[in-house]
């Protein structure tokens, strides 16, 4: 029989076009330099030092749920000061009223390792993300001030980092402790790295509504953030940064212990 010309055959199938490559545009070469300078110089110096400590981390999560709603009762007042309130100057009286308990937190190594260095002072730096990168600036002697007082140290602060003149030098300097607030940005859990002579640093993630178990077993929503310490195994041990991280927790999970224990 004829074959049937309307049948696909073989013989009848249109060639498969070979694929054309593109023409190929020439391979980018180059780079752009720029000196290191500013901040960015300061950052390399300091976190080269950071690298001689030996850290080591530990994690615990937050409710934050009362210090919420603590926060939202201070902040018309704190308001009718010229003052907005956000979590971190509560934080920050708490951790030196942890301080107190645990001294050696907020300690030195001395330059040939021979003695450890008490510091009276809780002047506590607060990592900042500012236009010109990231600057530390401390708030001194946090053990003699009020939340308010905190609150408006860390105003005056954030202001300088934003403008043009920037972070006084003596605001930079003598650091006894360290908080970085990450989760104002994003995040949850963070490898803080610790500035030279500090022995630790908190990092907070961002407070999130998670699901929780309540004391009656019950599922609820509450707000959870998670910190993230970073110490000197030189001279921190890992159950001192538990029970002084133990110890801020409370303070933060129930606020009435933070008041009873204010100077
Ligand atoms: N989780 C959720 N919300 C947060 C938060 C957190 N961890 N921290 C702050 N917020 C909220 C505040 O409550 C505020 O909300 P409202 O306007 O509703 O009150 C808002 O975010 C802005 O807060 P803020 O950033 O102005 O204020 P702050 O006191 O909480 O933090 C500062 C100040 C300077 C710590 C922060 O702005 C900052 O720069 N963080 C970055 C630190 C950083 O870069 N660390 C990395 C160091 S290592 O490279």
Redesign the pocket.
């Known amino acids: 029989p004829a074959a049937d010309s309307s049948s696909p055959t073989s013989a009848s199938k249109p060639p498969t076009p070979t694929p054309t490559a593109p023409p190929l545009l020439p391979p980018i070469t180059g780079e752009r330099r720029e000196p290191v300078r500013g901040m960015s110089r300061l950052m390399i110096k300091s976190m080269n030092e950071s690298l001689k400590i030996p850290h080591f981390g530990y994690s615990d999560e937050i409710s934050m749920n009362a210090l919420h709603t603590l926060r939202n009762s201070l902040k018309p007042f704190a308001e009718s000061q010229g003052i907005?309130l956000?979590?971190?100057?509560i934080m920050i009286k708490a951790a030196s009223i942890a301080l107190m308990e645990y001294p050696i937190i907020n300690s030195s190594l001395s330059e040939d390792e021979k003695e450890i260095v008490y510091h009276n002072a809780h002047n506590i730096g607060?990592?900042?993300?500012?236009p010109r990168g990231?600057v530390v600036p401390n708030i001194k002697s946090v053990q003699t001030l009020s939340v308010i007082d905190i609150a408006r140290e860390?105003q005056r602060l954030?202001l300088d980092?934003q403008t043009g003149s920037g972070i006084k030098e003596a605001d930079l300097k003598g650091s006894t402790f360290t908080l970085?607030?990450?989760?104002?940005?994003g995040g949850t859990y963070?490898s803080?790295?610790i500035s030279k002579p500090q022995v630790a640093i908190g990092?907070?993630?961002?407070?999130q509504t998670l699901p929780r178990f309540d004391s009656n077993g019950e599922v609820v929503a509450a707000k959870i953030?998670e910190v993230s310490w970073a110490g000197d195994h030189r001279t921190v041990d890992g159950a001192t940064m538990a029970r002084f991280s133990n110890l801020w927790k409370d303070m933060l999970e129930n606020p009435s212990l933070l008041m009873a224990n204010m100077k």
């Open positions: 907005k956000s979590y971190m100057p607060v990592a900042m993300d500012t990231l860390l954030q980092g970085s607030n990450i989760g104002a940005i963070m803080p790295v990092a907070l993630g961002k407070i953030m």
